[in-house]
């Protein structure tokens, strides 16, 4: 069995060590001529600090990057590859993502996922994963923790923390409005007005989004034209800010959303047996699917929040206070087909039998409250404080007879109900004027309620199971223990060990089965070190690190297989380790570029686990399972983990009159992933390169007009697949073409 290969991670670590070579030499050329780089302050230890100070791996974006890469109304997948070691994938559609850091995430698809990666929303931590589908607007900063963020981030973190800051309210009046037209008649027109109402003492602020898209996929079995792909969205936030004296301070953060849309377009047999490649005369402006006609998604959520902040003199005491609700409905063609072999015609390809079906989910409400004190001593810093989080959610799962126009033939029902509490504290102590240690405890206590029954029996499954039950109970401490060393005032070295958990899941997915599953709680203990530093009079900006976890009990999901099932397992072990980059420089005036780079090597370590491979056909390269019809994993990868994901940024810009002409441009790059537990041939994907250009003129009045394009090189690349009936995949967005106009006043 593979293991930990030193030699080859210090060969990885050597190429990213080449990409700083490669920023550097620029810069120590015109030592003279650059611009220095701004200072980066995050808030991932949930203080503002300085990035370089931080004893972990964090990615900051932010700024003109971050408005560049949701150009052409993208959703928060954007971020897929952007990031060293993230990546983001749905095969639902613009909402329910499923998020991976350094190969560590969920491929489930049913609407109570358990996912290792948290979305915390102006410091409010979205567990549904269709509230992790909220669309970013009047966005400040985002930032990216890699690693067990489980002391101070609470809710599931054992691969890391992705952030969301929206801009808050001042006591200085301003805002902006933009707006930008695009291919396939997409418009994505967002804005925010804010500043004082009572003169020192109450701020406002409110931002808005509006994005569309028409449809722009062709039916080739229905013969129409545009029939689906589009959708309608809009979203708004409003925040008061209550400052009457310099001691106590009130946010109150209000937001709404609503999306009518196109769920995951499904692609039946798009690829060749044998091979990852696409079919001969694969059209991503075409499908070929009978229920198009009566697929549709609809996504409601709303919420608020209360951060309160009093200042005792020195502690600081804050409490958040959070209600979050969405309601969802998503209804496809999930053969991704038409007809099938026994009701001739059908196609594309061999059809075994249809299925379309649908998820609703029509209740959903969540409560999460936090309060923690937090200062400094001294050379001491603290932060203690309590976490409680109740969810309560309600999921339908529903088959249709598609032959039958689209009758109900099978619904199931699910109710759960989780309820978390946790205590936590995190101290960091400066030994010397160099040298900082630091660490932190959690303790939590996890519970779920869940009941599952099937009201109407697929005519395929077993007999109808009644009601079942599962009542998990969990508690776990996880902590980390970290140190930083400054070798200069420019450079630090820093070293983490973290131990991460996630409570136990539950899958009651009943269409298709008679029995839940349920997962056990699963431990990560993470290993990391590196440097951050900046070069050449704050020129440039660097930080790399090299890092090795090991997971017991891991959370997987084998989903698909020819019965279609969505069932939780535990892995015995699993192991990853890699390197992560980030770079930074201004080597010549008006030049500024940015580089990412990570590679993660994943393995599943577990001689007795196997699972059902694929039921269209695909080629399986696993060896055979103990049990007929099924295959080992041990040794794989983990699902949607690619080894390599390198991206690139450069802008230039040239003054003109009071403004200057600027050019941008972005490229993201990941190597092959697999979609599913087991290996096959065919579903796989070798490689994704996107890249994106900006040419516009920004005025210094504030206002900014330019010409964009997204995937500018028209890439097409599988982004996932379903493997229960036949080559069915789903892939990345075609090329958009656009312009923009934006003001700031």
Same mark, same amino acid.
């Given at each position: ?24 030499? %620029? ?59 993230? !990546? ?11 998020? /991976? ?39 400040? =900063? ?84 545009? !029939? ?43 690829? !060749? ?62 053969? %991704? ?28 409400? =969540? ?62 102590? #400066? ?117 090795? /976890? ?20 535990? &892995? ?21 570029? !940015?580089?990412?780079?990570? /590679? ?62 600027? &050019? ?13 537990? /087991? ?20 005025? &210094?009045?504030?206002?900014? &007009? ?22 069915? %995949? ?11 106009? #934006?003001? #700031?006043?």
């Amino acid at each position: 069995m593979p293991r930990l290969n030193r030699t080859r991670l210090m060969k990885h670590a050597a190429r990213a060590a080449l990409l700083v070579a490669v920023l550097a030499p %620029g810069a120590a050329f015109a030592q003279d001529a650059g611009t220095e780089l701004e200072e980066v302050i995050i808030t991932a230890q949930k203080r503002a600090e300085s990035l370089n100070d931080a004893p972990l791996s964090v990615t900051a974006v932010s700024g003109e990057k971050l408005a560049v890469i949701r150009s052409s109304g993208g959703d928060i997948r954007v971020f897929s590859a952007r990031i060293p070691s993230v !990546t983001l994938e749905s095969s639902f559609g613009r909402t329910f993502p499923r998020p /991976y850091i350094r190969g560590l995430g969920n491929t489930d698809f049913d609407l109570n996922a358990s996912q290792p990666v948290s979305f915390v929303y102006d410091e409010v931590v979205l567990e549904s994963p269709v509230l992790k589908g909220f669309p970013l607007f009047d966005i400040d =900063q985002v930032e990216a923790l890699r690693g067990p963020q489980g002391t101070l981030f609470g809710r599931n973190t054992p691969a890391g923390v992705l952030k969301f800051d929206s801009a808050k309210p001042r006591q200085t009046f301003g805002g902006y409005g933009q707006v930008s037209y695009a291919t396939f008649g997409t418009i994505n027109a967002e804005g925010a007005v804010g500043g004082p109402i009572v003169e020192g003492v109450l701020a406002g602020r409110f931002s808005a989004l509006y994005q569309h898209r028409d449809d722009w996929v062709d039916n080739g079995f229905t013969g129409k034209k545009n !029939t689906t792909g589009g959708y309608d969205e809009h979203a708004f936030r409003g925040q008061l800010l209550f400052t009457p004296n310099e001691a106590f301070s009130a946010l109150f953060n209000a937001h709404y959303m609503h999306l009518d849309g196109t769920p995951q377009i499904f692609r039946a047999n798009v690829i !060749t047996k044998g091979t990852n490649d696409f079919v001969p005369g694969f059209d991503r402006e075409t499908i070929f699917q009978d229920a198009e006609s009566r697929s549709g998604q609809t996504v409601e959520a709303s919420g608020a929040s209360l951060k309160l902040t009093y200042d005792l003199g020195g502690p600081v005491i804050t409490s958040i206070t959070a209600y979050e609700h969405v309601t969802a409905f998503s209804r496809g063609d999930i053969d %991704g087909g038409f007809g099938a072999v026994f009701a001739p015609p059908s196609g594309p390809g061999f059809i075994p039998f249809t299925a379309e079906s649908a998820d609703g989910m029509p209740y959903h409400a =969540q409560w999460s409250q936090e309060l923690r004190v937090a200062g400094d001593a001294g050379a001491l810093k603290y932060t203690l404080g309590a976490f409680y989080f109740f969810e309560d959610v309600k999921i339908d799962s529903i088959n249709y007879d598609t032959l039958g126009g689209g009758v109900r033939n099978g619904f199931a029902i699910q109710h759960q109900k989780t309820t978390s509490w946790a205590l936590f504290g995190n101290l960091d102590y #400066k030994l010397t004027d160099q040298w900082s240690v630091g660490g932190g405890l959690r303790y939590s206590d996890d519970s779920k309620e869940f009941m599952a029954a099937q009201l109407i029996t697929p005519p395929f499954a077993p007999v109808p199971p009644g009601v079942l039950r599962a009542s998990p109970e969990s508690d776990e401490i996880s902590f980390n223990l970290n140190t930083t060393y400054a070798v200069t005032p420019d450079v630090n070295l820093y070293a983490r060990i973290a131990k991460g958990y996630r409570a136990p899941s539950i899958q009651g997915r009943l269409l298709f089965g008679s029995s839940i599953s349920v997962a056990d709680k699963e431990t990560v203990m993470s290993y990391e070190a590196g440097f951050k530093a900046d070069l050449f009079d704050r020129r440039a900006r660097v930080d790399a690190n090299l890092f090795f /976890y090991k997971i017991d009990d891991m959370q997987l999901t084998a989903v698909g297989g020819g019965a279609n099932f969505n069932q939780l397992i535990n &892995a015995a072990k699993a192991e990853g380790y890699g390197f992560e980059f980030n770079g930074e420089a201004a080597p010549i005036e008006h030049l500024m570029l !940015t580089a990412g780079l990570s /590679y993660n090597h994943t393995e599943i370590q577990d001689p007795n686990l196997f699972t059902q491979p694929c039921g269209g056909g695909c080629t399986v390269l696993d060896p055979a399972g103990p049990i007929a019809g099924t295959v080992r994993i041990d040794g794989n990868s983990l699902p949607n983990a690619p080894r390599w994901i390198a991206n690139f940024t450069a802008r230039y810009a040239i003054p003109y009159g009071d403004g200057e002409f600027f &050019a941008f441009t972005d490229w993201a790059y990941r190597s092959k992933i697999n979609f599913f537990l /087991y290996q096959s041939a065919e579903f796989t994907d070798d490689r994704l390169l996107e890249g994106g250009l900006r040419l516009g003129y920004a005025a &210094a009045a504030g206002w900014e &007009a330019a010409v964009f394009a997204r995937n500018i090189t028209d890439d097409e690349s599988l982004e996932g697949g379903i493997d229960f009936n036949n080559l069915t %995949g789903f892939v990345n967005d075609p090329r958009t073409l656009g312009v923009e106009v #934006k003001a #700031k006043f």
